[in-house]
């Protein structure tokens, strides 16, 4: 299976390669003029005016990544855990159950109020050159991740590992828990230490919180409108990464996890995934008053479906 994945990533960038290379050269007219009226549809369909070669591109290769998602799902759920997992903490002290308790009740209907505000947006979701240079730029990195192997977990990803555990300390120094100590090595996994017990959301921190993307969006207000198109193919290399080292990375022989619950860690990973992939995607197709609105919608859905009963 592992093998079929990366030869189906291949395929993805090949394909990504030959439409570039078709369009620039104008070959095969017949063949051109059938997609280019495709795209048309598209855009009539959507109510936008994308360039419809660019538009042949980002369909195939979102066709082509919902397929390589597929069995990258498959291959996570059979995949052999056994390599050393990194740990918050090095002392394992579990979550205690009255906090587990009680963040639930809090955290269980977040999940379905943001859950349903990121469907609204995927449901209502228009296509813009933003969108689609953040589509081309995720689906790149992933087909390069698998490419280049860097999803081995036998040979290690010092990048993952180091930013796995620069979340914990972000997070960490945000809630005034100092680290007293920090790891991160391509064999060994990674560990970061603290001179006191931290709190449930430094341990799961790295399993959800976007982190370079959350620090690239300010960088935004700082560009040209010229940069945007490089700006937003980087946001979407960016959640890819973040996307293939958190399946990487993310399983019940995390330490993080165990010694949190398992139950309450997921709830926590859920709702913390949803929110973060809801914030970039809006920001990405509608800047910060779409962001905004993600942020009210979640909470407004809370409130309605309450009122309900």
């Keep these: ?6 030869i189906f990533a291949i395929i993805i960038l090949i394909t990504l390669v030959g439409f570039v290379l078709y369009l620039l050269q104008g070959t095969f007219p017949q063949l051109q003029k059938r997609l280019i009226t ?9 109510h936008t005016s994308l360039n419809p070669q660019l538009l042949i591109v980002i369909t195939a290769l979102l066709i082509l990544g919902l397929i390589y998602l597929i069995i990258s799902l498959i291959t996570g759920l059979r995949r052999t855990r056994s390599y050393r997992a990194s740990s ?11 906090t587990r308790i009680i963040f639930s009740i809090i955290f269980i209907p977040l999940i ?5 505000a990121l469907i609204e947006l995927l449901v209502n979701l228009k296509f813009n050159e933003a969108l689609l240079y953040f589509c081309i730029g995720f689906a790149v990195h992933a087909s390069l991740w698998h490419i280049l192997k860097y999803s081995s977990r036998q040979k290690g990803n010092i990048y993952a590992t180091f930013e796995h555990e620069f979340t914990h300390v972000i997070v960490g120094l945000l809630s005034f828990h100092q680290p007293s100590g920090f790891m991160a090595s391509s064999q060994d996994g990674g560990v970061t230490t603290y001179k006191k017990r931290v709190n449930f959301m430094v341990k799961l921190a790295p399993y959800f919180l976007l982190t370079f993307c959350l620090f690239l969006i300010p960088v935004y207000f700082l560009l040209k409108p010229s940069y945007y198109i490089f700006y937003f193919a980087l946001l979407g290399v960016l959640t890819s990464y973040h996307t293939f080292s958190t399946i990487k990375e993310t399983g019940f022989w995390q330490t993080d996890i165990t010694t949190t619950g398992k139950f309450f860690s ?16 809006a920001f990405v197709v509608g800047r910060m008053p779409l962001l905004k609105w993600f942020l009210s919608d979640g909470v407004r859905n809370i409130w309605q479906a309450v009122q309900i009963f």
């Design 88 to 98: 918050a903490e090095q002392v394992k002290v579990q979550t205690s159950l009255t």
């Design 38 to 46: 495709y795209a048309q549809k598209i855009n009539a369909t959507l």
């Design 1 to 6: 299976m592992q093998k079929l994945k990366r």
């Design 112 to 116: 379905f109020g943001y859950g349903k």
């Design 266 to 281: 997921v709830v926590v990973i859920i709702l913390g995934n949803l929110i973060n992939y809801g914030l970039i995607l």
